[in-house]
């Protein structure tokens, strides 16, 4: 395999015209005893071929007991470094190493560990949405889903710093009454939904409950008729009697609710820019069926963790998902 292509990032060699990568890729799972995990904002042919598909915490806590011997992580990098730090024996691959985060982009590791230093005696929250190294000067990790719960859990007095989205520890900070110091980092897909735009699709059809991620700015949290993460919009829109949703997240979680709700309709919340009538993460979208079935098949790229970074980084994620156990999320 040494002369196999990944200089761009993912493995560069041609395939047949006439390949089915669905077929190829199931057979490849089997031989190599390998589990595929994806997120929820993966393209739908990717979701549907996942053993898994989930949220940051689901993905997590998927790849802590997995029994596989290789993890094919379909999202994006810090995903699959989360995998590689909580199962370091395990072949941890994912299909684009280019598929970065621009949420972790906004919180450098050497800036964020000289914002910790520069407050001492504060608790560090980090989201997941982060890098290995943030994490590694981290005292818990959070995802959307267990944010709220994980901040209440420690003492309403206690020093917090809060860290990269200023959106999401704003709309904490709202709910829960706390003053946590905030990094100011933001998700560019969150960042990009329109008002306006939205609050014309609400004329357009006005029985449509609008779902908000919490990383949205506060504008369009205030007009939500729901705020929860990937899973908590998932599960509301499976439950809700309504029949029709606006949605202010990656439009890819649409896959799985058009999925499990047939009979009702999902309209993506549009961004900013007038070209596009739904809102995609570039990064989470580099990855492709072809990319998947060249990874399983020369295992390539393999995501890798500094030793050291990995032993600091892996408390708070531990940490994350024994509070999360005691409180059954």
Known sequence: MD????????????????????????????????????????????????????????????????????????????MGETAKILCPDKKVLVPDMNAGCSLADSCPAEEFSKFVKDNPGHTVISYVNTSAAVKAVTDVVVTSTNARQIVESFPAEEKIIFGPDRNLGNYINSITGRNMKLWDGACHVHEQFSLEKIVALKKEHPEALLLAHPECKKVILMLADKVGSTAALLKFANESTAKEFIVATESGILHEMKKNNPDKVFIPAPPNDSTCACNECNFMRLNTMKKLYLTLKYELPEIEVDKDIAEKAVLPIRKMLDISAELGL
């Open 3 to 78: 002369n196999v292509d990944i200089s761009k990032g993912y493995v560069n060699v041609p395939v047949e015209d006439n390949i089915d990568f669905k077929t190829e890729i199931e057979k490849l799972k089997k031989e190599k005893n390998a589990v595929i995990l994806a997120h929820y904002y993966q393209s739908g042919d990717i979701q549907d071929i996942a053993d898994f598909i989930g949220d940051s915490l689901a993905l997590a806590q998927w790849a802590s007991k997995t029994d596989a011997d290789i993890i094919v992580l379909c999202g994006v990098h810090f």
